[in-house]
């Protein structure tokens, strides 16, 4: 499937703003399942300077400021993607979980000790005795890893309730354990939360899914706004994708911008600014199928 | 040459106080284990028992005197009252063979190599981690490991522009590294402080022994330094970034970036605009190109690192990354001083270089790793446990704890292992220190300084030591070691002349004006003019209240007393006003009033809290204004409010004169020691608006009112404005209102009238703006400043003596606040022009989940 995405924020502010400097994080990754075939990015107003790295987790991110004074910000981000059905392992054939969580902490092979960035607590992720005891209902002794996983990511969506109104973008994932309701990031967070008490990697998966529901099926929740959801890591598979907000393995109706050990490593966008008073934020995201040879 | 009693016994009895008896279990500086003086020491050591206890004392005292003179301190965190602790140096320094000094920079040199090849490798193609040689929790439960840092390659590679490291002796007698230092390291300009005054102490010895200079340490870090910027400019700017005054460091800042001739900032100061960073000056934004930075990288960067920083700069680490500015040393090398690092360094440069670690680490064990744990699980009670990732982490000592807290402490440990290190502490070695009249043996660390000057790593020839009478006392900070010691390398042959003086530091190119001078300085030195000055006028107000109370008794004039008292608050704030409406004034009330005033820190406005204030606004502009003028700003104590004697007329006239003195020698300093740049310009701004401000509010208050006795008032307001003299002079004794608000009011040749203190306005405003660069036009403040002026020479003296409101002079009051009005606009356009700068920067609002389709 071929997709246009279209990624709006807009900042207003009270007072003008005189100096803004961010980091957008809107240019999805080009990795197995996915081609990123254009990328382009609007800023209004037009800022001094943009400049694009790539962070340590391979995403690309674009550092711009603006330093004229301004009430508003407006950043759009507008991609073209190629997403591709990846083969996914059997889920009962992988291997038992204390296996991989053996090889990870031992740490012998390569793809292991990397996959290991993301098997230790980071900024939005503590670890939580109650994570532990509700993730190993999942995961019972010798269980196969991703099988259990996809159970946790089951029950994550049946025993949590979707509730935009409750959580903003920080709310602690102790918090959501005991209120039982929050949005995909929080879920994603508690997931996360629960695989790496067990000793597992996982990370965080930043990106979009796609809104155009099929003929007579419900339109799924998080369409038309930035999305996330989570990967586990399996030895010799790599990093398998679980969207618990939804309740499926993202494939291809979910595209991917990038991933990082939480929220805080791949937020669409981070800035710091100068004046400014009260501020607003809306978002606006386009996820539409274009018709392409590939297709 | 024995020291032991027996061989002492034959000396005269004034040097047989040299006695000196180390327990002879660790290893001992001065003597070997038979108790014999070492031979570095033996020429020293004479030298000593020539001087005897007398002159050992006599010179300890000069090493005082001298620090104090220097102005030497050592901040420990926190308030104000305690910001400054004084600096003790011990008279004897450690003494050390050429040939071991060079053996130790060697080492260090080696051990430089290591971690800048780590750091290379960490923020690079992280090797070790695909070798398997570096386990993952190493380098990603490590806070230190920065990974907005990781591909940013610092110039030549070099991530440690400049080191220090924590040394001591095993009972060996073999150096250990204690610790790492690489960001910012503190103690350098301790240690050349310390060279300065101990080498003027005992200038015999000093020349005798051919000590090597350490003065060679700052010019390669200055050099260094250029040659970096000079990659980026013709005409580089190198500031030194400090957490500012309330950092225990402050006082080396200071120290710092005087000696090497930088611009001290803070993070507020600079800002990055498009990729490059810059100064934030009163003439507008100057490029900077290298930051040598005193601040932890986290605090760096609140849009990189960590976002709620406050004293970072939005956007550095997108400076660095594009190459735009050289942070030195480079972002992330934090992550070089956890003590994790340390057991696992001899496995490095094993690796690196393919040669053992030649200057071994305190012995330490990272529960991380199996085998490591279990040798700390058997041997706790050897050990010391720390935190495995932090620097400057508590730790805990094994020998101390309880058989319960040692379990708890290892079923912690076993819950979270690779966050905690096991550590065997390092004996130490011990120094003779002149404590009480004798040479007692204090334990002894070192802390050894390395620069690399382009080529290779340079390490200071001398060092910074610090010696407790125990050896627990002497943990790691500089703040835990009871005195310090000057480090002597002693030359086999005559050492190179080099001179110590300041002046061995290359000569800088002659510059008149300062217009680098930072917007947050400036806005504090224009405070700190204003805060003075309202205390002075403060000072003046209450003692000529306290004059007139001599009695317990309610004196003759209460009337005019009160509004005396009123008008120390601007007009009606006055608490009696409330208080009193209608009610006769009541003596005590009016007596609880001034000493409320005079002595409650707690209330706005009070002179107490004045004090303060202007204390606080001039410890964060110390590296601006003189080191007498900050003494004399800390010896203004007030007398505590509940002391008997603070409610005594006598006592307190007394008190309050030593302030006015403490004050009046302030201005004097100013006035003589400080270069007419744009910083004196604004302090002095700053007294010139509040001199005009206090003295436009006391005749408001006190001469307005026409049903009052007025002769009263009259000398009360001569005093207060500190004119009585000149209108004696004048006017004889004749008091009457015109000729009283003429002298304080429109004479220009009264340095305390109104009119005075705008004319400099109207010079300085002027000044500023030609400085500064502003156009042509005359600008806000120019023009408050000229109108104001005129206004207040043209005034109908005569006219405002009237009495034309129902029982008041209206006239008077009505115009005294329109200048009062003007003057603060004056005030809010400078601060609006000028000094504008410390809206601190927040972070975006971020939201995932859309609100809006």
Redesign the interface.
Same mark, same amino acid.
């Given at each position: 499937m071929r997709y246009r995405v279209r990624h709006t924020t807009t900042?207003a502010y009270s007072d003008p703003v005189v100096?803004?400097?961010?980091?957008a994080r809107l240019s999805p990754q080009t990795m197995p399942g996915q081609t990123r075939l254009e990328f382009s990015l609007e800023i209004n107003p037009v800022p001094?300077?943009r400049?694009p790295?790539?962070?340590?987790?391979g995403n690309e991110v674009w550092?711009f400021?603006v330093?004229s004074p301004h009430h508003q910000l407006e950043v759009t981000g507008r991609s073209l993607v190629d997403r591709h059905v990846q083969p996914l392992p059997n889920p009962s054939e992988t291997p038992p979980w204390e296996t991989v969580r053996g090889g990870?902490a031992s740490?012998?092979e390569?793809a292991? /000790? !990397?996959a290991?960035?993301f /098997? !230790?607590?980071s900024p939005f992720i503590v670890e939580l005795p109650e994570a532990r005891q509700y993730a190993l209902v999942s995961f019972t002794p010798n269980r196969p890893v991703v099988e259990a996983a996809i159970d946790l990511t089951r029950r994550i969506f049946e025993e949590f309730d979707y509730s935009?109104a409750t959580t903003?973008?920080?709310t602690p994932t102790r918090e959501v354990f005991q209120t039982r309701r929050g949005?995909?990031?929080d879920f994603a967070h508690l997931q996360i939360t629960c695989l790496r008490t067990l000793g597992l990697a996982a990370r965080y998966v930043s990106g979009y899914l796609v809104t155009e529901p099929p003929p007579g099926k419900p339109k799924l929740i998080g369409a038309?706004?930035?999305h996330?959801w989570l990967a586990v890591y399996c030895p010799g598979w790599g990093w398998i994708d679980l969207d618990p907000t939804n309740n499926v393995i993202p494939q291809e109706k979910h595209v991917t911008v990038g991933w990082g050990r939480d929220?805080g490593?791949i937020?669409?966008?981070?800035?710091?600014?100068?004046?400014?008073g009260r501020?607003?934020?809306?978002?606006?995201?386009d996820v539409t199928p274009v018709a392409s040879g590939a297709a | 040459m024995k020291l032991i009693p027996g061989a002492e016994s034959a000396l005269p009895p004034g040097e047989s106080a040299l006695h000196y008896r180390p327990a002879g279990l660790t290893h001992d500086e001065m003597l070997d284990p038979d108790r014999n003086v070492r031979p570095a020491w033996s020429r020293f050591v004479s030298g000593l028992r020539e001087m005897g206890p007398q002159g050992l004392t006599q010179r300890t005292e000069q090493v005082r005197h001298l620090l104090r003179e220097n102005g030497v301190t050592y901040n420990v965190y926190g308030a104000a009252k305690d910001l400054d602790r004084p600096w003790l140096l011990d008279l004897l320094p450690l003494l050390m063979p050429e040939a071991e000094m060079k053996s130790l920079a060697e080492a260090l040199k080696q051990r430089l190599k290591v971690l800048n090849r780590l750091a290379q490798d960490i923020y690079g193609p992280r090797t070790l981690l695909q070798s398997g040689l570096m386990p993952a929790e190493f380098l990603f439960k490590h806070p230190g490991y920065l990974l907005p840092c990781f591909g940013i390659t610092p110039p030549d590679d070099v991530f440690l522009n400049w080191y220090a490291a924590q040394l001591a002796r095993d009972k060996s007698g073999r150096w250990v590294v204690l610790g790492d230092r690489t960001q910012g390291p503190s103690g350098a300009g301790y240690a050349v402080e310390n060279r300065v005054v101990v080498s003027r102490t005992l200038p015999q010895d000093f020349h005798s022994l051919n000590v090597v200079r350490v003065a060679s340490y700052f010019v390669t870090l200055k050099n260094s330094m250029l040659r970096l910027a000079a990659r980026l400019s013709d005409n580089p700017r190198v500031v030194l970034l400090s957490p500012g005054p309330r950092s225990s460091r402050y006082f080396e800042d200071v120290y710092l970036s005087r000696y090497l001739g930088y611009t001290l900032v803070e993070g507020g100061d600079l800002t990055v605009r498009g990729d490059g960073v810059f100064l934030k000056t009163l003439g507008g934004l100057l490029p900077v190109h290298v930051i040598l930075r005193r601040l932890g990288d986290l605090d760096c960067d609140p849009l990189d690192l960590r976002p709620d920083s406050h004293v970072g700069v939005p956007a550095l680490a997108q400076a660095a990354r594009a190459g735009r500015v050289i942070v030195a040393n480079a972002l992330g090398s934090g992550f070089l001083e956890a003590p994790v690092v340390q057991a696992l360094l001899p496995e490095f440069c094993r690796e690196f270089l393919g040669e053992e670690l030649q200057l071994p680490s305190i012995p330490t064990w990272w529960c991380g790793r199996p085998a490591d744990f279990a040798y700390v699980e058997a041997n706790l009670e050897e050990l010391v446990i720390r935190p495995a990732f932090l620097s400057r982490g508590k730790s805990l000592l094994g020998w101390k704890l309880s058989a319960q807290e040692k379990a708890d402490l290892l079923a912690r440990i076993r819950a979270k292992p690779a966050r905690f290190v096991g550590q065997s502490p390092v004996a130490g070695s011990t120094a003779p220190v002149w404590v009480d009249g004798k040479l007692q043996p204090w334990n002894l660390t070192l802390r050894s300084f390395a620069v690399y000057d382009g080529k290779e790593y340079q390490v200071m020839p001398g060092g910074l030591c610090r010696v407790a009478p125990d050896s627990v006392l002497l943990a790691e900070s500089m703040a835990a070691g009871q005195r310090s010691k000057d480090l002597w390398v002693l030359s086999d042959g005559p050492v190179d002349s080099v001179t110590l003086l300041r002046d061995s530091v290359p000569a800088l190119s002659l510059r008149r004006s300062t217009n680098d001078l930072p917007s947050r300085a400036a806005d504090h030195l224009y405070w700190l003019g204003r805060l003075v000055e309202r205390a002075e006028a403060f000072v003046r107000q209450i003692r000529s209240i306290v004059a007139r109370m001599t009695t317990e008794v309610q004196p003759p004039g209460l009337a005019a007393m009160r509004l005396l008292v009123e008008s120390l608050c601007d007009p009606g704030m006055s608490p009696l006003c409330v208080k009193t409406i209608g009610a006769p004034a009541d003596w005590s009330q009016v007596r609880a009033e001034v000493w409320s005033f005079l002595r409650d820190r707690t209330r706005r406005g009070s002179l107490a809290k004045t004090l303060e204030d202007a204390r606080g606004t001039a410890s964060v502009v110390r590296d601006r204004i003189a080191i007498d003028s900050w003494r004399i700003l800390n010896q203004m104590e007030l007398l505590p409010a509940n002391s008997p004697e603070s409610t005594e007329p006598g006592r307190v006239l007394l008190e309050l004169n030593q302030i006015l003195t403490l004050l009046s020698a302030f201005s004097g300093l100013g006035a003589e020691s400080m270069t007419r740049g744009p910083g004196w310009r604004f302090l002095d701004m700053g007294r010139r608006v509040e001199r005009a401000q206090q003295t436009l509010r006391v005749v408001r208050g006190l001469l307005v009112n026409a049903q009052v006795e007025l002769l009263p008032r009259l000398e009360a307001m001569l005093e207060i404005a500190d004119s009585s003299m000149t209108y004696r002079y004048r006017y004889l004794t004749t008091l009457q209102l015109a000729p009283v608000l003429d002298l304080v009011l429109g004479d220009d040749t009264n340095p305390r009238a109104v009119i005075y203190q705008l004319v400099a306005l109207v010079d300085h405003a002027n000044q500023i703006a030609a400085q500064t660069g502003d156009t042509n036009d005359e600008s806000p403040q120019c023009r408050l400043a000229r109108e104001l002026h005129s206004e207040v020479r043209l005034a109908d003296i005569e006219a405002l003596c009237e009495v034309n409101g129902l029982n008041d002079r209206e006239a008077l009051a009505t115009r005294l606040d329109n200048w009062l009005d003007a003057l603060r606009g004056f005030s809010d356009s400078v601060t609006h022009a000028y000094l504008t700068h410390t809206v601190a920067p927040r972070q975006l609002t971020q939201l995932l989940v859309a609100t809006t389709k």
């Open positions: 900042y100096l803004c400097q961010n980091q001094a300077i400049r790295w790539t962070d340590a987790f550092y400021s330093e990870l740490g012998r390569l292991d /000790r !990397f290991s960035q /098997r !230790f607590e935009p903003s973008v920080s949005v995909c990031q038309d706004a930035s996330a929220y490593d937020c669409p966008i981070a800035g710091v600014f100068t004046g400014g501020q607003a934020m809306t978002v606006a995201v | -």
